[in-house]
């Protein structure tokens, strides 16, 4: 009786952890295809993910977008994942925005500082881990450039052109 119950859990294991790792999200294969190759140039895309603060402090009063992190995993349970630093969203309160709400004096800011609005303007605060499915156009660094200037092996992008909803 023993040895069916081991069985068992062993076989329900074995099934839970393939199920799992069966369940991938494409987004992090397309975000590897995107970091090594232009085909993606001037295409959407779709990733599923959850926004991240920016890796750095920008110029609130002046800039109209703001660089937003997105953060893609290959399932829930995943420590592999994998960030894309060039999501421009707009700097407002309307449909596909991003706030930044801190006050003046405040010289750090945390994911409770950030809100993401989607494409029907429902307000989500960042720190509330919620997940989103972005839709946007994939534009690399190097396609600004003459092409006899381009570097072949620089494969920055940024993803312009942003619809947000909530996943």
């Known amino acids: 009786m023993k040895a069916k119950q ?3 859990s062993l076989i329900l294991t074995s099934l839970f952890l393939f199920l799992l790792s069966s369940c991938g999200n494409d987004s992090v ?3 590897q295809a995107m970091e090594s190759g232009y085909e993606y140039q001037g295409k959407k895309i779709e990733l599923v993910g959850e926004f991240d603060a920016p890796y750095f402090m920008f110029q609130s009063g002046r800039s109209k977008t703001i660089p937003m992190s997105f953060v893609v995993k290959a399932h829930a349970m995943s420590s592999d994942k994998h960030n894309v630093s060039g999501v421009i ?3 407002g309160t309307s449909a596909n925005s991003a706030l930044l709400d801190m006050a003046a004096d405040q010289k750090k800011y945390t994911l409770k500082n950030f809100y993401v ?6 307000k989500y605060n960042l720190d509330e881990h919620p997940e989103f499915k972005i839709t946007g156009t994939v534009n690399y660094a190097e396609f600004k450039k003459p092409e006899g200037e381009r570097n072949k092996d620089n494969f920055s992008y940024e993803i312009t052109d942003v619809v947000i909803e909530k996943n």
């Open 29 to 31: 294969k397309l975000v």
């Open 89 to 91: 969203l707009n700097l």
């Open 117 to 122: 609005f989607d494409k029907n303007a429902e």
């Open 6 to 8: 081991t069985t068992s």
